[in-house]
Nanobody
Framework: QVQLVESGGGLVQPGGSLRLSCAAS????????MGWYRQAPGDQRNMVAT???????TYADSVKGRFTISRDNAKNTVDLQMTSLKPEDTAVYYC????????WGQGIQVTVSS
C-alpha cells in the first residue's frame, strides 16, 4: 500500500494563501485519481478537490476559484494551492489516492484565523 505524506499546513490569516503538498512513496501514474479532503471538528470528511490520471479536476463548490489541485508525475506529488482563505477553510486536510483500494495520508492541520 502506498504511503502518503502531507506537508505545508499551518496558521494563516483570512485572505492569505497556503500550498499543501502530498508526497507518495511510489509512482503516482498508476493511480486512477488522487485528491484532497478535509474534516473540520464535529464534521464528516468532505472532498475538496480531486485530479484523475488524465488530469481532469473536480472541486467542491465552496473552494472553486480559490483552490487549485495539480500533480507532478516526475516528483510523485499532488499539491493543493489555496488562496483567499477563509476561517471556514479551517480543518485537517487529508491526501487520498485511489488504485483499487483507497489510501490516506495522516492529515495536516490548516487554521485560518486572525
Amino acid at each position: 500500500q502506498v504511503q502518503l505524506v502531507e506537508s505545508g499546513g499551518g496558521l494563516v490569516q483570512p485572505g492569505g494563501s497556503l500550498r499543501l503538498s502530498c508526497a507518495a512513496s511510489g509512482s503516482i501514474t498508476s493511480f486512477a485519481a488522487m485528491g484532497w479532503y478535509r474534516q473540520a471538528p464535529g464534521d464528516q470528511r468532505n472532498m475538496v478537490a480531486t485530479i484523475t490520471r488524465r488530469g481532469t479536476t473536480t472541486y467542491a463548490d465552496s473552494v472553486k476559484g480559490r483552490f487549485t489541485i495539480s500533480r507532478d508525475n516526475a516528483k510523485n506529488t499532488v499539491d493543493l494551492q489555496m488562496t483567499s482563505l477563509k476561517p471556514e477553510d479551517t480543518a485537517v486536510y487529508y491526501c487520498q489516492a485511489v488504485r483499487g483500494v483507497t489510501s490516506w495520508g495522516q492529515g495536516i492541520q490548516v487554521t485560518v484565523s486572525s
